[in-house]
């Protein structure tokens, strides 16, 4: 079984805040970049997924050519390979680009199951693995919480979470599956790991490779702008009730009445 994962590179949320630039786009130099933290969980999916059934496991990114050095923590975990798409033309991809792009780079693989993240750090959209599940023709399955392959069958069972439950899906393969955190946390790579992870392959792809033009994605054919910024007002004057329990109940009910809310 091969399952492609779909990663990205993104400042490190333990840092510095991320910021805007003067151009209004995120200032990816502000912090280190790092895998974003939902593609870990789908990637960490991924791997019990090979180890249970055999295969391999590839990692799909799209970012600069620094994106290579995130990729091999990604690698150390136990990644077979990596692919990653890199063109001077894809600086400022909206979600549009994005999707394309990868989708594009996608045709090229052979693959039974595509895993993305819930969303990224960085944008939170959380829309590209449907756009390209769109793209392709492939069965979209999301917010997954257990995913049962059955590749003598070519099928997939997931069990999708929702506000009151879970459905139950089965789609034939391939298909591209949107994990969540439920699947269980990353593992940590090993020191094996990240030795072999240095003498992995990463196939590099530019734009003219996979046969799109650098005029119709990137930043020069954005759907989407940031406009403006603000920085959100600040927090007004805060009570702190100390006491026992029964005390911050009460403080609690007195102020909801004084503003008419119960």
Known sequence: MHIVVLTKPVPDPAAAAERLGPDMRLD???????????????????????????????????APPSGAD????????????????????????????????????????????????????????????????ARLGLPYLSNAARIEPDPAAGRVRVRRITPTGYDVLEAPMPALVVCTQVLGEPRYPSLKGIMSARSKEIASRSLADLGLDGGTVGGAAATTEVLDSRKPPPRGATTVVRGTAEEGAAAIVTLLASRRLI
Do not use: Q
């Open 70 to 133: 995130t990729m091999r923590k990604a690698l150390a975990m136990g990644a077979t390979r990596g692919v990653l798409v890199t063109d001077p033309a894809l600086a400022g991809s909206c979600v549009r680009s994005t999707d394309e792009v990868l989708a594009a780079a996608l045709r090229e693989l052979t693959f039974d199951l595509v895993f993305s993240g819930f969303d990224t750090s960085d944008g939170t959209a959380g829309v590209v693995g449907a756009a390209i599940a």
């Open 28 to 62: 990816r130099a502000a912090s280190p970049a790092v895998v974003n933290g939902n593609d870990e969980y789908a990637l960490e999916a991924a791997l019990k997924l090979v180890e249970a059934h055999g295969g391999e496991v590839t990692l799909l990114t799209m």
